[in-house]
C-alpha cells in the first residue's frame, strides 16, 4: 500500500503565499504522475498542478503564473508553491500519485487526506 501525507495548509491574506508538501511512503516500486487537487466546499473535486516523473508539468489556467509543483524524487515528495492566493483558493488540497508497488503490478492511483488552505480577503 501507498500513503500520502500531506502538510504545509493554513491560513493566509490574500496576496500572500504558503507552500504544501506532500510525502509518499509504503511498499512503493516506483512512481508515476504526482498531482495536486482541490475541492471547495459544494464543488466538485478539481485538478490544479501535476507532475510527472520526468518533470513535465501542467497546470490549471486558474493557477497559472501564481503556483508551481515541483518533486523530489529521492524522497518521493510533491510540492506546491503557492503565491498570490485569491480568496477563491480557499479550499481542501488533495495529494495524488500513481504508483505500482512491485515491478510487475499495475500502476494504481492514491489520495492523501487533504490538507485546507484558506486565503482570507
Known amino acids: 500500500q501507498v500513503q500520502l501525507v500531506e502538510s504545509g495548509g493554513g491560513l493566509v491574506q490574500a496576496g500572500g503565499s504558503l507552500r504544501l508538501s506532500c510525502a509518499a511512503s509504503?511498499?512503493?516500486?516506483?512512481?508515476?504522475?504526482m498531482a495536486w487537487y482541490r475541492q471547495a466546499p459544494g464543488k466538485q473535486r478539481e485538478s490544479v498542478a501535476s507532475i510527472t516523473s520526468g518533470g513535465t508539468t501542467n497546470y490549471a489556467d486558474f493557477v497559472k503564473g501564481r503556483f508551481t509543483i515541483s518533486r523530489d524524487n529521492a524522497e518521493k515528495t510533491v510540492y506546491l508553491q503557492m503565491n498570490s492566493l485569491k480568496p477563491e483558493d480557499t479550499a481542501v488540497y488533495y495529494c495524488?500519485?500513481?504508483?505500482?508497488?512491485?515491478?510487475?503490478?499495475?500502476?494504481?492511483?492514491?489520495w492523501g487526506l487533504g490538507t485546507q488552505v484558506t486565503a482570507s480577503s
Open positions: 509504503g511498499s512503493i516500486f516506483s512512481i508515476g504522475t
Open positions: 495524488y500519485c500513481n504508483a505500482r508497488v512491485r515491478y510487475n503490478s499495475n500502476l494504481l492511483g492514491y
